[in-house]
T-cell receptor
Framework: DVKVTQSSRYLVKRTGEKVFLECVQD?????MFWYRQDPGLGLRLIYF???????EKGDIPEGYSVSREKKERFSLILESASTNQTSMYLC????????????????FGQGTRLTVV | TQLLEQSPQFLSIQEGENLTVYCNSS?????LQWYRQEPGEGPVLLVT?????EVKKLKRLTFQFGDARKDSSLHITAAQTGDTGLYLC???????FGTGTSLTVIP
């Protein structure tokens, strides 16, 4: 059974803190994504990675960075958390090489609900 | 600006009724995916449509991809309480997700 695991279901952090959200997949997928989900806006792509140590910006990368040191792990970092980063964060992994061949299923973690106070 | 707009945003219907959810864009996509998300869980894939004009059926769910590959619809026949959830369309190799339709089916 395929699995994408996010390290925390709920997090509460203070403004200005550095926050790490961890995601691990056990499917040997090349591609991993980080989204944030807000009511009425759907999912918005923050960053994605198509290989170890590779990263690409999505639609809303400002205030975030990522790290992919190992194939199975993709970390999202909030350098200095702000209240407008309060959201649900979803990690996903996707098989296959990059480009047009990604018409396959994305497997999602259960999400991390982050509250910044 | 959202690349993929879904309508309606909220839908509350009685069990047994039919419904249609729409996903529209001004951009052409090589494929579109439909996902369902239940509270506290990540989205789960329902279907991928690839060919313009394609119709796919999954039990009581019918998915259609527009001829111009800019829009898609999801039709549910005889809705059940288990259909309750957030329905999301996605395109562009899942770089872009729709705004979502929250469906509640009342017993």
């Amino acid at each position: 059974d395929v699995k994408v695991t996010q390290s925390s279901r709920y997090l509460v952090k203070r403004t200005g803190e550095k926050v790490f959200l961890e995601c691990v997949q056990d499917m040997d997928h090349e591609n991993m994504f980080w989204y944030r989900q807000d009511p009425g806006l759907g999912l918005r792509l923050i960053y994605f990675s198509y290989d170890v140590k590779m990263k690409e910006k999505g639609d809303i990368p400002e205030g975030y960075s990522v790290s992919r040191e190992k194939k199975e792990r993709f970390s999202l970092i909030l350098e200095s958390a702000s209240t407008n980063q309060t959201s649900m964060y979803l990690c996903a992994s996707l098989p296959g090489q990059g480009g047009e061949g990604w018409n396959t299923e994305a497997f999602f973690g259960q999400g991390t609900r982050l509250t910044v106070v | 600006t959202q690349l993929l707009e879904q309508s309606p945003q909220f839908l509350s219907i009685q069990e047994g009724e039919n419904l249609t959810v729409y996903c529209n864009s001004s951009s052409v996509f090589s494929s579109l995916q439909w996902y369902r998300q239940e509270p506290g869980e990540g989205p789960v894939l329902l279907v991928t449509v690839v060919t313009g004009g394609e119709v796919k059926k999954l039990k009581r769910l019918t998915f259609q991809f527009g001829d111009a590959r800019k829009d898609s619809s999801l039709h549910i026949t005889a809705a059940q309480t288990g259909d309750t959830g957030l329905y999301l369309c996605a395109g562009g190799n899942q770089f872009y997700f729709g705004t979502g339709t929250s469906l509640t089916v009342i017993p």
